[in-house]
T-cell receptor, first 114, second 113 residues
Framework: NAGVTQTPKFQVLKTGQSMTLQCAQDMNHNSMYWYRQDPGMGLRLIYYSASEGTTDKGEVPNGYNVSRLNKREFSLRLESAAPSQTSVYFC?????????????FGEGSWLTVV | AQKVTQVQTEISVVEKEDVTLDCVYETRDTTYYLFWYKQPPSGELVFLIRRNSFDEQNEISGRYSWNFQKSTSSFNFTITASQVVDSAVYFCALYTGGFKTIFGAGTRLFVKA
C-alpha cells in the first residue's frame, strides 16, 4: 500500500530554474496539501486542495503554483526558484470527517536552490 | 488563539528507560483533534495517533501510550523501555476545523544504546 508518493526525493536547482514536485495518493482522500519544513520554522502550509478541481493558498504561497490534476494527484511548481525555497517539501493526503483532519505525509522532497 | 507547546526541545535517554514527551495545547474550541507524528532520521513524517476532544481514554499501542487530560490541556506521549529505533523528532498537533493544523515545534528524542 503506497499511501502518498512524491517525487523527486532530492533535487538541486540553480536560481531561476523551474521544477515541479509530483505527488500522488492512493487512499481516495479528497483533500491534499503541500507543506514545507524549515529548521526553526516548523511545518508551514504552502497550498491546499480541499477537493478535485479546487486549490487555495496556505500560509506561504508566494513563489509557488499548484495543480490538482485529478483526485489522486497534486503537483507543486516552482516557476523561478530562489535560494529561500531551499527546504524539505512534504505532500500530504488528508482523511477528513469524523477523523478530524488526519494528515498522511509523503516521504519528503529535499530541494536545494543554489 | 490556538497553540501547541512541546515542553521539551530535546530529550536524551539510555535504552530501556521510559520517557515522556509533554504536549500542552491551547484552544477555545470544544471540538478538536490532537495528533502525534514521528519523524525519524530518514526524514519522513509518520502518523502515530489521533484523539478527539470527547475521548479522554488513554491509549496504549505496544510500548507507546498516550495520556490525554482536558483539565490540564495536555496530550502526553510515553515510550516504555525505549529503543534506539525510537530516536526521532516527535510532533504534537492540534486541529480545530478548516484547513489548518497547528504543529508544535517538535521534541527531538535521542535513545542511546
Amino acid at each position: 500500500n503506497a499511501g502518498v508518493t512524491q517525487t523527486p526525493k532530492f533535487q538541486v536547482l540553480k536560481t531561476g530554474q523551474s521544477m515541479t514536485l509530483q505527488c500522488a495518493q492512493d487512499m481516495n482522500h479528497n483533500s491534499m496539501y503541500w507543506y514545507r519544513q524549515d529548521p526553526g520554522m516548523g511545518l508551514r502550509l504552502i497550498y491546499y486542495s480541499a477537493s478535485e478541481g479546487t486549490t487555495d493558498k496556505g500560509e506561504v504561497p508566494n513563489g509557488y503554483n499548484v495543480s490538482r490534476l485529478n483526485k489522486r494527484e497534486f503537483s507543486l511548481r516552482l516557476e523561478s526558484a530562489a535560494p529561500s525555497q531551499t527546504s524539505v517539501y512534504f505532500c500530504a493526503s488528508i482523511m477528513t470527517g469524523d477523523s478530524g483532519n488526519t494528515i498522511y505525509f509523503g516521504e519528503g522532497s529535499w530541494l536545494t536552490v543554489v | 488563539a490556538q497553540k501547541v507547546t512541546q515542553v521539551q526541545t530535546e530529550i536524551s535517554v539510555v535504552e530501556k528507560e521510559d520517557v515522556t514527551l509533554d504536549c500542552v495545547y491551547e484552544t477555545r474550541d470544544t471540538t478538536y483533534y490532537l495528533f502525534w507524528y514521528k519523524q525519524p532520521p530518514s526524514g519522513e513524517l509518520v502518523f502515530l495517533i489521533r484523539r478527539n476532544s470527547f475521548d479522554e481514554q488513554n491509549e496504549i499501542s505496544g510500548r507507546y501510550s498516550w495520556n490525554f487530560q482536558k483539565s490540564t490541556s495536555s496530550f502526553n506521549f510515553t515510550i516504555t523501555a525505549s529503543q534506539v529505533v525510537d530516536s526521532a523528532v516527535y510532533f504534537c498537533a492540534l486541529y480545530t476545523g478548516g484547513f489548518k493544523t497547528i504543529f508544535g515545534a517538535g521534541t527531538r528524542l535521542f535513545v542511546k544504546a
